[in-house]
C-alpha cells in the first residue's frame, strides 16, 4: 500500500543544519511537499520540488529528491529557534486523489 | 482573500451527542478534504470530494458523514460522538493547476467526553 516514513523526532541546537528524511511507497506525484506545523496551528506549504528535479533550494531551505530509492530530505541550514515545529513530508497518492502524509518530524531547536 | 475557515475552534461534546463541522475555501478550488491528526499517528483522511456533487470515502470514514454544499463548503458531521473521535480536525482544498498544492484551515480541536 502507499505509505510515507519519516522519524519522529530531530533535536539540533541554533546555528546547526537540521535534515529530515522521508521515504515513500508508491506515488503520482508531479510535486512532492514539506509541510509545516507550529503548536496549536494548521499546516503551511513550506516548500515544494518537482518530481523531475534532483535539488531545489530556497534560501535556508535545500529540498533533495532521490526518485530511484523514493527519498525526499529537507535541510535547514543556521536553525533557528523558531524552526521548531513539525515537518510533514507529502506525496499524493496513486490515484492522484489526495496527498498521503508521513507521521511528522518534531524538530526541537535548543539555544 | 482569508483561504480556508474553519467553524468552530474548540468543541467538548458528550458521547452520543451529534454536530456538524463546518469548512468554506474562497480559492474557487475544486477539490476540499476533511483529514483529523491524533498524536503519533499523522493526518489522515476522513473524506473527500473531488468536486461539488461529489465526495469519496478516505482511509478512515466510520463514524463520519460528508456533505459538499456548494463549490465553497464542504461539512463534516459526526452523527452519535465516541471518545475515539477526539481529534483535531483539519479541513483543505487544493488547486489542480500550478503545484497542485493542498491548502489547511486552522483547526478545529474536538473533545468527546
Known amino acids: 500500500g502507499e505509505d510515507v516514513e519519516q522519524s519522529l523526532f530531530l533535536s539540533v541546537r541554533e546555528g546547526d543544519s537540521s535534515v529530515i528524511n522521508c521515504t515513500y511507497t508508491?506515488?503520482?506525484?508531479?510535486?512532492l511537499y514539506w509541510y509545516k506545523q507550529e503548536p496549536g496551528a494548521g499546516l503551511q506549504l513550506l516548500t515544494y520540488?518537482?518530481?523531475?528535479?534532483d535539488m531545489k533550494q530556497d534560501q535556508r531551505l535545500t529540498v533533495l529528491l532521490n526518485k530511484k530509492d523514493k527519498h525526499l530530505s529537507l535541510r535547514i541550514a543556521d536553525t533557528q529557534t523558531g524552526d521548531s515545529a513539525i515537518y510533514f513530508c507529502?506525496?499524493?497518492?496513486?490515484?492522484?486523489?489526495?496527498?498521503?502524509f508521513g507521521k511528522g518530524t518534531t524538530l526541537s531547536v535548543s539555544s | 482573500n482569508a483561504g480556508v475557515t474553519q467553524t468552530p475552534k474548540f468543541q467538548v461534546l458528550k458521547t452520543g451527542q451529534s454536530m456538524t463541522l463546518q469548512c468554506a475555501q474562497d480559492?474557487?478550488?475544486?477539490?476540499m478534504y476533511w483529514y483529523r491528526q491524533d498524536p503519533g499517528m499523522g493526518l489522515r483522511l476522513i473524506y473527500y470530494?473531488?468536486?461539488?456533487?461529489?465526495?469519496d470515502k478516505g482511509e478512515v470514514p466510520n463514524g463520519y458523514n460528508v456533505s459538499r454544499l456548494n463549490k465553497r463548503e464542504f461539512s463534516l458531521r459526526l452523527e452519535s460522538a465516541a471518545p475515539s473521535q477526539t481529534s483535531v480536525y483539519f479541513c483543505a482544498s487544493r488547486e489542480l493547476l500550478g503545484t497542485d498544492t493542498q491548502y489547511f484551515g486552522p483547526g478545529t480541536r474536538l473533545t468527546v467526553l
Open positions: 507529502a506525496v499524493l497518492n496513486q490515484a492522484g486523489t489526495a496527498l498521503i
Open positions: 508508491d506515488s503520482s506525484s508531479t510535486y
Open positions: 470530494s473531488a468536486s461539488e456533487g461529489t465526495t
Open positions: 520540488i518537482f518530481s523531475n528535479m
Open positions: 480559492m474557487n478550488h475544486n477539490s
